[in-house]
């Protein structure tokens, strides 16, 4: 192996720490376990149908082109990337769609760009890190409220807006279905108080597209709520089972992001092969409805066998085992018996909410779910 001269006595002493914290994080190449962590909810990631469609329709759009040759403000454009987000608009009843290299890059993008000096941001405090981050880059001043609690985000606006007087806008952040719980939130109680207030609404659906709604629309068209978002976030890389993202709202909005967003401006474009696997993967997601129901049927057994009635028909389930040590011995334990788990550590959540996040898929069989969990109470008793 070559060894690199430079030492960074700053590089070691952080991973020194991380390990002595048990914080540690490494890479692994997946096993061959039974899959409760991956966010592949319907199997679309598996799907040798929607591979081959996905071939079918790059060669007939790009002929021979591997990548997109540069940002879409250059050579990245094409009728494939106009084509897939007026369909994507369409879909989600929104003006106008504009898609993203990664739901990353669509959060990072949209929250740096969109708030300005002089507004005010108030987001769920488990909001996913790359809202996080995008905040950080904003201008704007950002205040975290209780998880799902109206009544904390209006406490916290009221004593805000006493120091800020002279706030321009306020947006109010949250996500449809949470990441590391599974639960929802309060979505149509939010969307009636930010009309009432004109706040301006922001969710992230990455975990609900796909399996919210009749046609896997997400949570907030299943609750015909749509008019009342002033943006609404989809990732691909999900349910959809492929990669990539798109921002849903007005046609202005649009037009912004494309004049100022640098996340989007100063990237090479989705390869063309990357926008047909989002066409196609749309076009399947829409019809899986067998896959939808299993899924649902799954996460309400997983319920049922633990007697728990939070979230029962969210695939998203955590098991809280307070402790890095703790949660990653019971995911080393149950990866020795076949099953694909992931210790979810501190800081990625807070500490003492460690966890193990257990995904559930329409390809799980009842079997499969009712033997984890067996294994799991052996070693919680
Ligand atoms: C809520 C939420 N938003 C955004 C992202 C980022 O999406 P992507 O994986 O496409 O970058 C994730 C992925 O972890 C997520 O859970």
């Not at 695939?315 to 099953?339: D, E, F, M, R, T």
């Amino acid at each position: 192996m070559l060894k690199n001269i430079y030492t960074d006595r700053f590089i070691l002493s952080s991973l020194t720490k991380r390990k002595e914290e048990g914080r540690y994080r490494e890479l692994v190449v997946s096993g061959s376990g039974v899959d409760f962590f991956s966010n592949d909810y319907l199997g679309l990631a598996r799907s040798s149908t929607l591979f081959e469609r996905s071939h079918q329709l790059v060669k007939q759009y790009s002929g021979n082109f591997n990548g997109a040759t540069g940002s879409r403000l250059l050579s990245g454009n094409s009728e494939l990337f106009e084509q897939t987000e007026i369909n994507i608009a369409k879909f989600h009843k929104a003006e106008s769609a504009l898609i993203f290299n990664s739901g990353y890059d669509a959060n990072l993008g949209f929250f740096s760009t969109v708030p300005q000096k002089g507004d005010l941001i108030f987001y769920d405090e488990y909001i996913h890190a790359s809202i996080r981050d995008g905040i950080r880059l904003s201008l704007a001043d950002a205040y975290s409220f209780v998880h799902n609690s109206i009544s904390s985000l209006q406490t916290k606006i009221q004593s805000v807006s006493l120091i800020k007087k002279d706030f321009k806008r306020i947006f109010i952040v949250v996500e449809s279905i949470y990441s590391m719980d599974g639960d929802q939130a309060p979505l149509s109680a939010l969307a009636e108080f930010c009309k009432e207030h004109n706040y301006l609404l922001i969710t992230d659906e990455a975990h609900a597209l796909g399996i919210y709604g009749n046609e896997g629309e997400g949570l907030v068209q299943s609750l015909g709520i749509e008019s009342l978002f002033f943006a609404r976030i989809y990732t691909y890389g999900k349910a959809l089972g492929v990669h990539g993202a798109s921002i849903c709202g007005s046609t202005y909005l649009k037009e912004y992001l494309i004049n100022f967003c640098r996340t989007f401006i100063y990237s090479t474009a989705l390869s063309p092969h990357a926008i047909a696997s989002i066409q196609c993967a749309y076009q399947q997601m829409i019809t899986s409805n067998e896959e939808r129901l299993i899924l649902k049927n799954n996460a309400q057994y997983y319920a049922s066998l633990l007697n728990d009635t939070s979230n029962i028909d969210s695939p998203i389930k955590s098991l809280i085992l307070s402790g890095n040590k703790n949660v990653k011995h019971l995911a080393n334990q149950l990866q020795g018996l076949g099953y694909e788990v992931r210790p979810i550590l501190s800081p990625t959540v807070p500490e003492n909410k460690e966890r193990l996040r257990i995904c559930l898929h329409s390809y799980n069989t009842q079997e499969e779910i009712k033997k984890l969990i067996q294994h799991i109470q052996e070693y919680i008793v």
